[in-house]
């Protein structure tokens, strides 16, 4: 089955400074990859996503990329704020009916 | 537009008794249903997934049962809690037609097992 590995496990980072995380997923036929945040005490987040047909995906401070050749996807937020402080895991999936794999999660800091 | 309730929000329950929490979802229909759980500081445990109604998947073998006796309601059951049962439970849901994945969170249930 589909295994997805994320690092770094925790993360600080600078107010303003940039931060990325990155995960690689094992299944070749997986083709949807979304991004969650979770803050203390919450239920995860829906963030941004990107599907294989798609290279890099923007929204504002956030962007995903995605190589399928190396299979990997990477989240990158710019301009960083404390607020951005939190939980953030990756997730992939293969088909509508299968649930999503998880990374295990990446705590991000971000200090003023 | 689409929203996901769960209650209790937070729950004290003494080990050997009962537990049933419940999830439900509005404005979608036939739903694809999760249920995970996760520890303190740690990631998310899928336990429970269901397609339709009476259909339910079970990810890992434990003491705990699910069930989705109607379309947009799931409940996760336990007829003898376990100090393991402790963590933040979670439901989600993601559209049954929709492409490959989708899913989105509710606002989870703190189970603290005494």
């Known amino acids: 089955g589909e295994n997805v590995e994320q690092h770094p496990s925790t993360l600080s980072v600078q107010e303003g400074d940039s931060a990325v995380i990155k995960c690689t997923y094992s299944?070749?036929?997986?083709?949807?990859f979304p991004w969650y945040k979770q803050e203390l005490g919450k239920g995860p987040q829906l963030i941004i996503d990107i599907r294989s047909n798609v290279g890099e995906k923007k929204d504002q401070r956030i962007a995903v990329t995605l190589n399928k050749t190396a299979k990997h996807f990477s989240l990158h937020i710019t301009e960083t704020q404390p607020e951005d402080s939190a939980v953030y895991f990756c997730a992939a999936s293969i088909r509508g009916n299968t649930p999503l794999v998880f990374g295990k999660g990446t705590r991000l800091s971000v200090i003023a | 537009s689409q929203t996901i309730h769960q209650w209790p929000a937070t729950l004290v329950q003494p080990v050997g008794s009962p537990l049933s929490l419940e999830c439900t979802v509005e404005?979608?229909?036939?739903?694809?249903l999760y249920w995970y759980r996760q520890a303190a500081g740690r990631g998310l445990q899928l336990l429970f997934y269901?397609?339709?109604?009476?259909?339910i998947s079970s990810e890992v073998p434990q003491n705990l049962s699910a069930s989705r006796p109607q379309d947009r309601q799931f409940i996760l059951s336990s007829k003898k809690l376990l100090l393991s049962d402790s963590g933040f439970y979670l439901c989600?849901?993601?559209?049954?037609?929709?492409?490959?994945?989708?899913?989105?969170f509710g606002p989870g249930t703190r189970l603290t097992v005494l």
């Open positions: 299944d070749s036929a997986s083709n949807y």
């Open positions: 269901s397609v339709g109604i009476g259909q």
């Open positions: 404005g979608t229909s036939n739903p694809n």
């Open positions: 989600a849901w993601g559209p049954l037609r929709g492409l490959a994945g989708e899913q989105f």
